[in-house]
């Protein structure tokens, strides 16, 4: 019988789970042979594992990021509009002269955590007390930095832009974060550029800059 | 007299006294699996044919590991299940891979199937006292064949929707209750809107339930004990050897080998197992010039075409796979393995050439040659499992048989 022949160095007593204790080599080769083995097993596992979990990861297709363009011309000044663009709501506001000159004041620098917009919660075109390209149109991403909610537009005379109906966190109209907020940050403001005067195109940067939603510290 | 068994060695299995660790003491798997899976006696003669109980084992987990990957991709609708598909295909990281191997596991799956059937229908290992083991094997080949149908629908190209609608129209054909069934099944008069979601739902359900029928299988098969190449049941400890190290090492070997046919047709010939057509969008509108299953269902499509009649194809395709089934009842034959069964021999390779050619017929079209061929060889699956079998054992006399496996 073929089983005999290999199981001869291991037993010869019909009870081949005792092993042979004593021959050292022959158990030390074992150990040998069953690690390898083992270790064989567990690289043949884990490679198979990799196609497995990167499967898990999006389609490429369905996180793609493409462009939007906003026709503003007719936004008037002292509103809101919302849009959709890559899966998140975008709000764009068309600021009053008014509305400027509050954002510019002392008064209000000192009601905010962050009012220089030293987080990189924007790209550096973005990074002055207008937080935008042209001063006049605001585009932020609505999502509150705190836990997510989408902030409602309310704008009060003081520079009070928006309230965050889930924990009261309050944003000027330059989408800051006033202190005694829950939110740590700013309004996030996405990639944009201005195509052509009133028309802005979501997903693209002026000439000369890069920066995307990947770079912003929170969203 | 009937052989003894692992059931009549070990009569009472009474548990025994609960040891071990906190949890052992309280429910001892640890204890169970060292019992089953480690200690567990087989037969010291087994060959590389009882590899594939294993082999099956394995694929039925590359499925469903890869299985549940592409279904978090795929999408069940009439509009978007062939764009899906192209995308995990295209775009999903890795879905390639997953998707290849599925592929190849689904006719790898048949493959090894049916390897392991015709091994036991040569060793006779469907006798007292494993009938039960054979029947819920045969169940698990069913549910193996509805899965693979079901899949194959999934992708919404031409050859799964041509597919879709002659199984529909061949449900439809059953007396009575068939028009219903199909439109229960199809969700409609033809496959549309509502099949890939129902197809989708079957499909896991299916697949979820081979699960279930295998650990049936696995338990009745640690009842009794395997079979092995002699036939006859091991007399004493020295005719058996533990499970492990000595199958695990020996299974191992054979894995290696299985996996690297099962991942060279996924990785170096995935055109040898797909069809051309099923890269085209369903389309009800056109008929690919010729449909023909999967390779694995060609021996009863065969059948199906074989007489003038709808309804009578259908009969003599579910008759075949029922004498598989019976054959516990058909061969009374005291003696198991063909090795000692003079004429019982030779009419396996016979059957075992008949289920070939069946298959080579229903992959040429029913005209001519093949549609006689496919006949002939039909004729001679009943002749052998109705006629043959029944006689032989009652006239066969047989080689004198081992008195050990050592
Ligand atoms: C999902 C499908 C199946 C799986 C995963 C499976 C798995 C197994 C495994 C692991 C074994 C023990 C190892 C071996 O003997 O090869 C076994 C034994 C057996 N299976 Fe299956 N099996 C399946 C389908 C079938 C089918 C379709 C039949 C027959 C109709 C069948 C009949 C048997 C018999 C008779 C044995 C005992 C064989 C012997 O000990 O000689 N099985 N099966
Ligand atoms: S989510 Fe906006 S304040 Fe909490």
Redesign the pocket.
């Known amino acids: 019988m073929p089983a005999s022949a290999a199981s001869s160095n291991l037993s010869n007593d019909g009870d081949p789970m005792s092993g042979d204790t004593t021959c050292e080599t022959c158990v030390k080769r074992r150990d040998l042979l069953s690690t390898g083995v083992g270790a064989m097993a567990l690289a043949g596992a884990a490679a198979a594992a990799v196609p497995v979990i990167d499967s898990l990861a999006p389609n490429p297709d369905d996180v793609a990021v493409t462009t939007l363009d906003i026709d503003l011309h007719d936004l008037a000044p002292g509103t809101q509009r919302v849009v959709a663009w890559a899966g998140k709501p975008i709000l764009v506001v068309h600021r009053t002269p008014q509305q400027l000159a509050i954002l510019q004041s002392p008064a209000l620098f000192d009601r905010l955590r962050d009012p220089q917009s030293k987080v990189l919660q924007q790209g550096a075109y973005a990074a002055n007390w207008h937080r935008s390209i042209d001063p006049a149109f605001l585009v932020v991403v609505g999502i509150c930095t705190h836990l997510g909610c989408v902030p409602r537009f309310d704008p009060q005379t003081d520079g009070n832009g928006w309230l965050c109906p889930c924990h009261n966190s309050h944003f000027d109209l330059s989408g800051r974060v006033l202190k005694g907020s829950p939110a740590p940050y700013n309004l996030p403001v996405p990639p944009y550029a201005v195509v052509k005067p009133g028309t802005l195109r979501l997903g693209e940067n002026p000439a000369g800059s890069s920066f995307s939603l990947a770079d912003i510290v929170q969203i | 007299m009937t052989p003894a068994t692992r059931l009549d060695l070990d009569p009472d299995q009474a548990p025994e006294p609960a040891t071990g660790s906190w949890l052992e003491r309280r429910l001892p798997v640890g204890r169970a699996l060292r019992r089953e899976y480690r200690d567990y006696p087989l037969p010291r003669n087994l060959n590389a044919l ?1 590899f ?3 082999f ?2 394995v694929t ?1 987990a590359a499925m469903i590991v890869t299985g549940i990957c592409l279904a978090l991709h795929y999408t069940p609708t009439e509009a978007g299940a062939f764009d899906s598909v192209e995308a995990i295909i295209r775009r999903v990281p890795s879905g390639w891979i997953l998707r290849s191997v599925h592929m190849a596991g689904a006719s790898c799956f048949f493959a090894v ?1 049916y390897v ?2 015709f091994r ?1 229908l040569y ?1 006779g ?2 006798k007292a006292p ?1 009938e039960v ?2 029947l819920s ?2 169940v ?2 069913l549910m ?1 064949m509805a899965t693979a149908f079901f899949g194959y629908v999934l992708p919404w190209g031409q050859m799964s929707y041509w597919g879709a609608v002659v199984v529909g129209n061949a449900v439809a054909a059953i007396p009575l209750i068939g028009h219903p069934l199909a439109g229960m099944l199809l969700g409609g008069d033809a496959p549309g809107a509502a099949t890939p979601m129902r197809f989708f739902v079957l499909h896991m359900l299916c697949g979820g339930l ?1 699960c279930a029928v ?1 650990f049936i ?2 338990a009745a ?1 640690h009842v009794t004990g ?2 092995n190449p002699a036939g006859i049941e091991p007399r004493s400890p020295a005719d058996t050897l533990p499970m492990h190290p000595f199958y695990t090492t020996k299974d191992g070997v054979g894995l290696c080998l299985f996996l690297a046919v099962l991942l060279g047709l996924a990785f170096l010939a995935p055109a040898l197992l797909t069809e051309a057509d099923n890269y085209l969008p369903a389309n009800p509108l056109l008929t690919p010039p010729d449909i023909t299953p999967e390779w694995y269902f060609t021996p009863f499509y065969a059948l199906l075409r074989s007489v003038p009649s709808r309804l009578g194809g259908l009969l003599l395709a579910g008759a075949a796979l029922a004498v ?1 089934a019976a054959v516990p009842w058909l061969d009374r034959a005291p003696t198991r393995s063909a090795r000692f069964r003079p004429l019982a021999r030779p009419a396996w390779f016979a059957m075992a050439a008949s289920f070939l050619l069946l298959g080579l017929a229903g992959s040429h079209e029913a005209t001519g040659f093949w549609l006689w061929l496919g006949r002939l060889a039909g004729l001679y699956w009943f002749l052998h499992f109705l006629v043959l079998l029944p006689l032989i054992a009652r006239i066969e006399r047989p080689l004198p048989l081992p008195t050990s496996l050592a």
């Open positions: 009882w594939f109980g294993a099956a084992v039925l199937l392991h059937i036991g060793y290992s469907y494993r083991l054979w094997g045969f698990a080949l193996v081979i295998l299988h696995i098969l395997s079979n598989v």
